[in-house]
């Protein structure tokens, strides 16, 4: 009897072992299956956003276990190139960066983004963290399509020291900064000003502004709208005479060099002016002996667009309508927009948000309070020129520009090529 009574214990322990071992291993497996995976791609592979962005992935998984975020991320002009595909395939990833303005709104058109004018409406005390103005150029048709996160502004960039030695105000006028220029030329900087004419984007900023500043509204609205585009007005060309003597300045170096190495120039004080964004006051902290201010591009003295206002545009994160995890997404582009993550992104990486009071002068490098003041109180705000048109016509006028720089072609062949892409586009319709 106990023989038989001790089989039967075994028999029914092994099969309650059995038994944990098949519940473990489906709890095993159905962990497994519950792993959530988002694609994340962004603009930002250089440090330090690199870093930061590394560090967004890893808290976030760490505080939703069982998450998994894919990150991927391409310099500036690839970036443009790879989204446009990806949001045209079935593989658009759950959360990506967009500039704001046209270039959202041609994603926008995809059919492919998501309307998250809920995540405002729903959530009250995270919404009113971010600055109003922002949300406007993500806004088309009165739904919002993007969540802004960096906030930014260019403006013409000095060294302090240079314009002291030489007597020089800050410019008002175009007169003025060309008298400024001729004055650092002839206090011995050989290119008083600067940019690495290797970068289309570069020269889009420069043309973007100088448009805006020649040209009515009335024409600019026209133009930059595919439908009605024409590019008659001759104030493009003297735009164009009026970039061809800035590139005088620049020197023959200007068209071999990238922004970056021509940023470098600026910091290491070998140019004395530089037209830069405001988001890249964080890379000026590299020397520390640097002492620089910055002034708005200046009035043409034929110009008919207003000379108040500054050109620069929000970035932020856009979610895609097709995911399968898109509540997830919300929360993922929620998480990285908090005051917390962006007074965070402004300390790393020393650029500004749009996230309400994420730069303090302790988390900032010197001048960042000053250009959120610039920025808040801007009578107008102008995109960059290759988020305000389209691309093909901003191709047009960048790889223009470039070839200006080299002298292979002339302000009326640039314009020609404008007005060749503008014509295509109409009959492509």
């Known amino acids: 009897m106990k023989r038989k009574t001790t089989a039967i214990f075994a028999s029914v322990l092994i099969l309650l072992t059995a038994a944990c071992s ?14 959530v995976t988002l694609k994340f791609f962004h603009r930002w592979p250089s440090e330090p956003r690199n870093s930061y962005f590394n560090y967004i992935v890893k808290e976030f998984e760490k505080q939703n276990p069982g998450v998994k975020i894919e990150m991927e991320s391409v310099l ?36 492919k983004v998501k309307d998250v004018t809920s995540m405002f409406d729903s959530d009250a005390n995270w919404a009113n963290t971010i600055i109003k103005s922002q949300i406007k150029p993500f806004t088309f048709n009165g739904k919002i399509y993007g969540v802004p996160f960096t906030m930014d502004g260019k403006a013409f960039f000095y060294n302090k020291k240079a314009f002291e030695k030489a007597g020089i105000q800050k410019p008002k006028t175009w007169d003025e900064l060309i008298a400024a220029l001729d004055k650092l ?22 043309l973007g502004t100088m448009n805006q500043r020649m040209l009515s509204p009335e024409v600019i609205a026209k133009d930059y709208k595919t439908e009605t585009a024409q590019y008659s007005d001759p104030g493009y060309v003297k735009v164009l005479e009026y970039w061809d003597k800035l590139v005088s300045y620049m020197g023959p170096a200007a068209t071999s060099i990238d922004h970056e190495a021509a940023r470098n120039l600026f910091i290491a004080e070998k140019v004395p002016v530089m037209y830069l964004q405001f988001a890249e006051l964080g890379y000026l902290t590299k020397n520390p002996k640097l002492d620089v201010d910055f002034f708005n591009f200046p009035a ?4 008919k667009g207003n000379p108040g206002a500054l050109t620069g545009a929000p970035e932020g994160f856009m979610i895609s309508n097709t995911g399968k ?42 001048g960042t309070l000053e250009a959120v003041d610039v920025i808040m109180n801007a009578s107008e705000t102008t995109p960059w020129l290759d988020n305000a048109m389209n691309i093909a016509v901003a191709d047009a006028f960048m790889k223009g520009g470039q070839a200006m720089a080299s002298k292979s072609m002339t302000p009326q062949q640039v314009m020609e090529s404008v007005q060749k892409a503008a014509k295509s586009l109409q009959s492509a319709k």
Request: aromatic letters at 10%.
């Open 22 to 35: 098949s519940t473990n291993g489906d709890q095993a497996g159905s962990k497994d299956q519950q792993t």
């Open 76 to 111: 500036n002009d690839s970036y443009k190139e790879k989204i446009k595909v990806l949001v045209s395939s079935n593989n658009i990833p759950d959360v990506f960066t967009s500039w704001s303005d046209s270039f959202a709104e041609n994603l926008v058109s995809s059919g």
């Open 185 to 206: 030329k002839g206090a011995g900087y050989d290119a008083p000003l600067m940019e690495g004419l290797q970068n289309t984007w570069a020269v889009s900023h420069y």
């Open 300 to 303: 043409f003295p034929e110009g």
């Open 325 to 366: 995890h898109q509540e997830l997404a919300e929360k993922f582009v929620k998480f990285i927009v908090s005051p917390e993550n962006a007074a965070k992104f402004q300390k790393d990486a020393g650029a500004m948000t749009a996230v309400k009071g994420s730069a303090t002068a302790e988390n900032s490098p010197k």
